[in-house]
């Protein structure tokens, strides 16, 4: 494994401070890690632009690659392109479900139209919009009409 | 001793900052809420939708500073700059009022601020079409949200489909303005904002129709926010925002 290799894979495998379930690469926040003259870049990108978690993100890649041995590490924002919720994969998307969040639908479907959002505990599809907005901005808050068990909704983005 | 900074207006940072400014504002507006929602679902969305627009701001300030390249930087723009250097619209200044007031502006906004950043996503500018299309997306939630209100406060009660409509009465004087063109320099770069006005019209008269309220007819239209003609609200609202930085510059946590 090169050493740039071994960067991308620490800073890739940080969990998501507000997913936990979930790893910063698996959520495809970490776009990109380079050699730079001033040592290893990381180049992340924002779930959405306010993501509050971003700042604490930032931290961990450099106290992780720091604490790995790595002497430089400069972290770098990038917004183009704008992060999809189409790049968390099959994987990941079955670990959101089994933390008790439903994961995003395929972006083909509008979030001016939400399709059906299948319960993660019962898997029924009898479910309802409690609120569009939840307590992070990537989630909403529903209930399953069959279990009657209230849950979150990763959104499509 | 001034503490406000100088800024070189180009076209395209004037222009940067006029959207910054809008989502700044509008944002700040919204997190008045906080704490005085009438639920906790709708305390969390107003809160949401204030990160959502101050979190766009930020990205465009940072974009501003980088086409200014003058070393100013986000905050720098935020709170160093008097109301006349701000270059936000006159409609996301106006004051939040009561919860059909600020969810009126919510939908008339959204509704705009989403039609604009879908045109942009097609900018020859590439780091503004990316977060435009990013932004588009979180936009559409806010129409989607603002609606769902707007319907229940129009075709509810007769106090909250008078208080609706009173606010469209407040705010379509403010209309006009949204729709003023950009600098012709930047064709290309940004969307001809005035032929959004149709697509515009169209879905806001969709959704005043189901709520069972009426776009009023405006006789005459306020407008200059962009020339940084603000009215004496804008100036309350950087007081408060403002004056923390500016009694401690340079504090940190």
């Given at each position: 494994m090169t050493t740039l290799e071994r960067a991308r894979e620490i800073a890739a495998s940080i969990p998501d401070p507000e997913l936990p379930a979930l790893s910063i690469g698996e959520?495809?926040?970490?776009?990109?890690?380079?050699?730079?003259?001033?040592?290893?870049?990381?180049?992340?990108?924002?779930?959405?632009?306010?993501?509050?978690?971003?700042?604490?993100?930032?931290?961990?890649?450099?106290?992780?690659?720091?604490?790995?041995?790595?002497?430089?590490?400069?972290?770098?924002?990038?917004?183009?392109?704008?992060?999809?919720?189409?790049?968390?994969?099959?994987?990941?998307?079955?670990?959101?479900?089994?933390?008790?969040?439903?994961?995003?639908a395929p972006r083909a479907a509008s979030p001016s139209a939400p399709t059906r959002i299948a319960c993660p505990r019962c898997a029924s599809t009898s479910t309802e919009e409690l609120a569009p907005f939840g307590a992070t901005?990537?989630?909403?808050?529903?209930?399953?009409?069959?279990?009657?068990?209230?849950?979150?909704?990763?959104?499509?983005? | 001793m001034s503490v406000t900074i100088a800024v070189a207006e180009t076209p395209l940072v004037r222009f940067l900052l006029g959207r910054a400014d809008d989502a700044l504002i509008l944002g700040h507006r919204l997190s008045e809420w906080t704490g005085r929602a009438p639920i906790l679902e709708e305390e969390l969305a107003l809160a949401n939708m204030a990160l959502d627009l101050i979190g766009q701001a930020r990205a465009l300030y940072s974009m501003a500073a980088e086409a200014e390249g003058g070393g100013h930087d986000e905050d720098a723009y935020a709170y160093l700059r008097d109301d006349a250097q701000f270059r936000n619209l006159l409609i996301v200044e106006q004051p939040r009022g009561d919860f059909a007031d600020t969810m009126v502006r919510q939908a008339l906004y959204a509704i705009y601020a989403k039609l604009f950043w879908q045109a942009a996503s097609r900018s020859t500018h590439p780091p503004l079409a990316g977060f435009a299309a990013k932004t588009a997306k979180e936009m559409a939630y806010h129409v989607r949200h603002a609606s769902t209100w707007v319907i229940r406060l129009g075709?509810?009660?007769?106090?909250?489909?008078?208080?609706?409509?009173?606010?469209?009465?407040?705010?379509?004087?403010?209309?006009?303005e949204m729709f003023e063109p950009e600098d012709d320099s930047l064709t290309g770069i940004v969307p001809a904002?005035?032929?959004?006005?149709?697509?515009?019209?169209?879905?806001?008269?969709?959704?005043?129709?189901?709520?069972?309220?009426?776009?009023?007819?405006?006789?005459?239209?306020?407008?200059?926010?962009?020339?940084?003609?603000?009215?004496?609200?804008?100036?309350?609202?950087?007081?408060?925002?403002?004056?923390?930085?500016?009694?401690?510059?340079?504090?940190?946590?």
């Open positions: 959520l495809g926040i970490v776009r990109n890690v380079t050699a730079t003259t001033r040592g290893v870049e990381v180049a992340i990108t924002p779930t959405y632009n306010g993501c509050p978690a971003m700042g604490v993100i930032a931290l961990a890649i450099e106290a992780a690659l720091l604490e790995a041995g790595f002497e430089s590490v400069h972290i770098r924002l990038v917004r183009e392109p704008g992060w999809t919720s189409d790049w968390i994969g099959a994987e990941a998307r079955e670990k959101l479900r089994a933390a008790g969040i439903a994961p995003p901005a990537c989630k909403s808050l529903w209930r399953c009409l069959t279990c009657r068990e209230p849950f979150e909704h990763f959104k499509c983005h | 075709d509810g009660t007769e106090a909250s489909r008078a208080r609706a409509q009173v606010a469209l009465e407040r705010l379509a004087p403010y209309v006009e904002v005035p032929e959004l006005r149709e697509d515009w019209e169209r879905e806001v008269r969709s959704l005043l129709g189901e709520a069972r309220l009426n776009l009023p007819d405006v006789v005459f239209s306020q407008r200059g926010g962009r020339a940084g003609r603000h009215g004496e609200a804008l100036g309350h609202l950087l007081a408060v925002f403002q004056h923390l930085h500016r009694s401690h510059p340079g504090a940190t946590w």
